[in-house]
């Protein structure tokens, strides 16, 4: 696609509800990153994909999340029980690999609200 | 871990004027990235520095990466209201990669006319 897509792009949920997440990257990316940006927190990373692999997770903030990717393309963020603290913009980004030399590009994110 | 602090936290300049953030690291930078946000949008990549003294420039939007003193500077040069936004700085922490980048909290910027 044209560039990253997520969906939905806004989400409101009750405390103890799961919820997921879409990234579509652009077409041919490898690499695909999560990353959270709650207010006064700034961003965080979540996890990265190189294909359809996790290389790194260290930055998941619980055993509620988790996130697969398939077909090196969608990925999903799945928040199980979701809490209020979960309360944020999930922010999916890709490059084509994961060098340093390669810039992200973002998508416009999920606004998820958990009552 | 490395931290990356942004300054200042907000800034408020008048149409036609120039202003500079600032972005600081507690370790050595080895590749910084600026990026621009809008409110409901994502972040838009502006430029990334990789070499210490180097410096890029994107239509009025100027950057540096001083080495020595682990700082980055974003300088915007007679500033207009499309360059309102939250600029944020990010770095890879050494690992190699982009896989794994560290933003600081970013800079809210406002132009008035």
């Known amino acids: 696609g044209a560039g990253v897509s997520q969906s939905p792009s806004n989400k409101v949920t009750e405390k103890g509800k799961d919820v997921e997440l879409r990234c579509d990257p652009i077409?041919?990316?490898?690499?695909l990153y999560w990353y959270r940006q709650s207010l006064g927190q700034g961003l965080e990373f979540l996890i990265y994909?190189?294909?359809?692999?996790?290389?790194?997770k260290s930055g998941l903030p619980s055993d509620r999340f988790s996130a697969e990717r398939t077909g090196g393309s969608v990925s999903t963020l799945t928040i199980q029980r979701t809490q209020q603290e979960d309360s944020a913009v999930y922010l999916c980004?890709?490059?084509?690999?994961?060098?340093?030399?390669?810039?992200?590009?973002f998508g416009s994110g999920t606004q998820l609200s958990v009552l | 871990s490395q931290e990356l602090e942004q300054s200042p936290q907000s800034l408020i300049v008048q149409e036609g004027k120039n202003l500079t953030i600032n972005c600081t690291s507690s370790?050595?930078?080895?590749?910084l990235y600026w990026y621009k946000q809008k409110y409901g949008e994502g972040l838009i990549f502006l430029m990334m520095?990789?070499?210490?003294?180097e410096e890029k420039s994107h239509e009025k939007i100027t950057a540096k990466l001083d080495e020595k003193k682990q700082q980055s500077s974003l300088h915007i040069t007679a500033s207009q209201p499309s360059h309102a936004g939250i600029y944020l700085c990010?770095?890879?922490?050494?690992?190699?990669?982009?896989?794994?980048?560290?933003f600081g909290t970013g800079t809210r910027l406002q132009v008035t006319l």
């Open positions: 980004a890709s490059s084509l690999a994961p060098s340093r030399h390669e810039k992200l590009f």
């Open positions: 077409s041919g990316h490898t690499a």
């Open positions: 994909f190189q294909g359809n692999s996790a290389p790194d």
């Open positions: 370790k050595t930078l080895y590749g």
């Open positions: 520095l990789q070499k210490g003294g």
């Open positions: 990010g770095a890879d922490g050494g690992t190699g990669t982009a896989s794994k980048l560290t």
